[in-house]
């Protein structure tokens, strides 16, 4: 059975920084390219940033190009979004994703295989 379990979200003031973690379980890890979405609320779910099998490709959404970076780790099917300098805007409900696909730089939401239940996070200003 796949589970894909995110931690790391909070409550943090406008600036400050946040470490999202997300963990894939019951799946061959670096078959998957991994994503960070988010919804706020009333609006639609969003692709933040993709990261390609081994991590050599990423994508960004522009909104948080600069301040956010994805990374992986596939000896501990664990992927990552550094999130810095954060805004109020990036106030919403963040979701790890896992998509069996071939990289093709872009980061949709449909398509993805397997998701996470999400994790909060709030920007203070």
């Known amino acids: 059975q796949v589970q894909v379990v995110e931690s790391g979200g909070g409550l943090v003031q406008a600036g400050g920084s946040l470490r999202l973690s997300c963990t894939a379980s019951g799946l061959t890890f670096d078959d998957y390219v991994m994503g960070w979405f988010r919804q706020a609320p009333g609006k639609e779910r969003e692709g933040v940033s993709c990261i390609s099998w081994l991590g050599d490709s990423t994508y960004y959404t522009v909104s948080v190009k600069g301040r956010f970076t994805i990374s992986r780790d596939n000896a501990k099917n664990t992927v990552y979004l550094q999130m810095n300098s954060l805004k109020p805007e990036d106030t919403a409900m963040y979701y790890c994703?896992?998509?069996?696909?071939?990289?093709?730089?872009?980061?949709?939401?449909?398509?993805?295989?397997?998701w996470g239940q999400g994790t909060q996070v709030t920007v203070s200003s």
């Open positions: 994703a896992a998509a069996r696909a071939f990289y093709n730089g872009a980061c949709p939401v449909s398509g993805q295989n397997y």
